[in-house]
């Protein structure tokens, strides 16, 4: 069948040739190793398809072949958002390039890539002047290149949509690469190319067609759950009943041995700690795997945080922060608030709650490893960051980083959870204990749950001086949770004034922007927490809990003020001093916030009177870090039924401000969905640690927002031209405070634990 395929110059197989093999013969030929470990979403199960003839590449980021076929290098990873198609409109655009030529390639884990992660909502605003420069340098060395060949300057030509275009005529950008190209930029030159203004751009901001949706909606889509390999067999883990430290006493496989498939038992041994005290059933199926791992007898000496419930964590937090040498102190200039309290002619103090949440993604945690005949370990699974999964998995394996490859997949969902990729560590110690051969690991959705790097249940307290005006002249924010990058990235731990270090992604959204005189925030690490479980950042991080203590505090603030909430919020707005912004995505500070909360007061009627039981709320965060803000307000209409508890939002709108929209849909579709995941967290998503264990296991007691309790939302966009942040996350953080906030106004009770749950609002009715 090989002789049949077609081929260009270069002796390459051809695209039409490609797909006419997948036609007749199926995968039945190969490409060079490295295509395998990367991912083409919109063609058949995700190969790359092949290019034509000679290849141009003006920088790492992409290729031209001699047919005009663009493929755009995307390091980041496709969880549902389409990053892909995202990040190759910038390059597109910048290079004048016809998106009908466009393809994007999630690429394997190769360090010539860089440092790859997905998370944060980095992946647009950091990708934005790569994929500018990347285009523009393409640009440039097409043009030269057509002037030179019809022998006239290169200011009398101009690029436009895929071909270089003068006096002379017309040539496409694939005929040029046909003809030769040579032309490499090194890094100091990208940094000077001239970029077309913002305003000239053509498909940044405009509606086109994401290129993986096709496949997508008609379940052509390849996952980590759906990878497989030729011999592999499956395993099914036996987790132990603490997440750290239970060792294997003994294992008895008698019954086991029953089940047809079943092959053997394997305990691990784990020199990344990742998964201390696992056990892997080997069989031929997944269902073998699943049967006999039920049947395997297994003894622990079990690990000392077996009776840590979630009462302890809290209380624990709640000790912390009373101890006033725990902890990190951010610089937010002056934190000298003792004075300032001592002056104060009022102030308030409350504290704040959240609740144990779990990831709970669609996709399972999954993986398949293997070591290739080249000597490579493959390991097959969808990864949300890669620079720190390689490091683990080579740690565990004893081998080197080179001699491990990630091969991109979709990802079936992440929120987070697979920013820490330690479940590829049991697949891979699996398959050494197997010399090598194929095993993957899918798990059931209890071991997803009970395996979870949960967020972690926190403690927060607020405090705030006032004046005889009723003015802010000094607040206090202290904060305890387990913190993620410590136990997973401590090389992000900057340091804070007092030399302590700190998680940035556990107390980000605590440094605000507003002007509140003196300011003290703290940050602590429970070390209960740290030892109980592994945290875990899950979708909005830390802005999600402390944007909730922040804005219900201000909430709280302006009605002992005796102030309008938001004309308060707005007092305090001004963007001076470290409030004005120090990056060009932070450009404007504290103004932009004041503008998207006027915004949405707006678009939810604020002021308007409600019926009885019925309440207006409003709030307003920055979604990530200072440095790479979007602002966020958002406005809720609430009704609550006091006989039962139940809060139903009938309105959610959101105003937002995150520079120039380079993907409307994807943004409108990113920003509802995160709206509706802050409801979920704020209403409904939760558990508690009982025994050392996560209580839920499944979705009939974790219980997250159903279709018929999403309200009605709308989500509006400030138009602006500074440079894009992050969408994906943002919109979740404002959520939970404009409920809690709506919930106070519509029947006067104050909430500070979340998720509000029913029994909650009863309990402070009755009390009330």
């Known amino acids: 069948m090989m002789s049949r395929i077609s081929r260009g110059k270069s002796g390459g197989i051809t695209r039409r040739g490609f797909l006419i093999a997948m036609t007749s013969v199926g995968m039945s030929f190969g490409f060079p190793r490295h295509l395998l470990a990367a991912m083409n979403p919109a063609s058949p199960d995700g ?38 198609t995202a990040i190759a409109r910038i390059l597109a655009d910048e290079l004048e390039a016809s998106w009908d030529d466009i ?54 030509c101009q690029a436009i949509d895929g071909k270089v275009v003068s006096s002379k005529g017309e040539i496409s950008y694939g005929k040029l690469v046909e ?78 041995q029953q089940v047809k498939g079943y092959q053997k038992t394997i305990t691990l041994d784990d020199p990344s700690e990742s998964v201390t005290g696992w056990l892997m059933v080997i069989a031929s199926s997944f269902v073998a795997a699943q049967k006999a791992s039920k049947l395997v007898k297994v003894t622990w000496d079990a690990g000392a945080t077996t009776k840590v419930s979630e009462t302890d964590i809290i209380n624990h937090g709640k000790a912390l922060i009373e101890d006033q040498s725990k902890g990190s102190i951010l610089d937010t200039g002056n934190v000298d608030t003792d004075s300032a309290f001592a002056n104060a002619s009022s102030d308030i103090s409350e504290q704040y709650i959240t609740d144990t949440v779990l990831h709970a993604q669609m996709e399972p945690l999954n993986a398949l490893v293997f070591k290739n005949p080249d000597g490579i370990w493959e390991v097959h699974s969808g990864c949300q960051w890669q620079s720190l999964t390689l490091p683990v998995l080579a740690k565990a394996l004893a081998e080197d980083e080179a001699n491990i490859v990630l091969r991109s997949y979709m990802l079936g969902g992440g929120f987070g959870r697979r920013l820490n990729g330690d ?24 071991q997803d749950t009970q395996f979870d790097s949960a967020r972690s249940a926190s403690v927060q307290q607020l405090k705030m001086a ?60 429970n070390d209960l927490a740290m030892s109980t479980f592994r945290p875990g ?21 302006a009605h002992h003020a005796g102030k309008d909430p938001l004309q308060f919020r707005l007092d305090m707005l001004i963007a001076e001093g470290r409030n004005a912004g120090s990056t060009p995505v932070a450009e404007g500070g504290a103004a932009r916030q004041a503008a998207v909360l006027k915004k949405a007061g707006k678009m939810i009627g604020w002021g308007s009177e409600q019926p009885k039981n019925s309440g207006l709320g409003i709030a307003s965060t920055f979604g990530q ?39 409307p849909n994807g943004a409108e579709a990113q920003c509802q969905g995160a709206a509706l995941w802050g409801l979920s967290m704020a209403l409904y998503e939760g558990t508690e640690l009982l025994n050392g264990q996560y209580k839920d296991a499944n979705f009939d007691t974790y219980t997250p927002l159903r279709l018929a309790q999403a309200p009605e939302v709308k989500i509006e966009f400030i138009v602006n031209q500074y440079p894009p942040s992050g969408l994906g996350e943002p919109a979740v953080t404002p959520v939970a405070p404009a409920i809690a906030n709506a919930i106070y106004n519509a029947v006067g009770v104050r909430l500070r634990k979340l998720p509000m749950k029913p029994k909650h609002l009863r309990a402070a009715l009755n009390q009330a």
């Open 179 to 256: 003809l030769g190209l040579t032309r490499q930029f090194t890094e100091d030159e990208l940094k000077t190319l001239p970029l077309k203004p913002n305003q000239d751009l053509k498909l940044v901001g405009k509606q086109v067609t994401s290129l993986d949706i096709a496949n997508k909606t008609n379940g052509k889509s390849i996952y980590g759950i759906d990878a497989k390999v030729d011999g592999m067999v499956y395993a099914n883990p036996i987790l132990p009943p603490t997440r750290y430290g239970s060792k294997v006493v003994s294992v008895d496989d008698t019954d086991a």
């Open 537 to 557: 950042w899950l979708r909005s991080v830390g802005p999600g809990w402390t944007g909730w203590a922040v804005e219900s505090f201000m909430d709280e603030a």
């Open 423 to 446: 479940y590829t560590v049991p697949a891979a110690l699996a398959s050494r204990a197997m010399g090598g051969a194929p095993v993957k690991m899918v798990l059931t959705r209890a």
């Open 466 to 525: 006032f004046d005889n005006n009723k003015s802010v002249i000094g607040m206090e924010h202290h904060a305890a949770a387990g913190w993620p990058t410590q136990a997973l990235a401590p090389g992000f731990m900057p340091k804070g004034i007092n030399d302590e270090p700190y998680d940035p992604f556990s107390i980000a959204g605590a440094d605000h922007w507003y002007k509140v005189g003196a300011q003290k925030v703290r940050a602590i690490s």
């Open 625 to 663: 870090e200072r440095d790479m803000p979007t602002w966020v307000a958002c406005g809720v209409q609430v009704k609550v039924d006091k006989a039962n508890g139940l809060v139903d939002v009938e309105k959610l709108v959101i105003a937002i401000d995150a520079g120039i929209i380079v993907d």
């Open 47 to 84: 190969k790359i398809l092949p290019s034509e003839g000679d290849v141009y590449e003006p920088s790492l980021w992409y290729s031209i072949d001699t047919a005009g076929k663009i493929k755009v290098n995307i390091i980041r990873s496709e969880m549902g958002q389409h990053v892909g």
């Open 103 to 156: 393809e994007i390639i999630h690429v394997d884990s190769d360090p010539r890539w860089g440092f790859m992660a997905t998370g944060g909502s980095w992946s647009v605003s950091q990708s934005w002047p790569v994929y500018r420069k990347a285009g523009a340098a393409g640009r440039i060395a097409l043009i030269e290149s057509a002037a030179k060949k019809w022998g006239i300057p290169a200011a009398q």
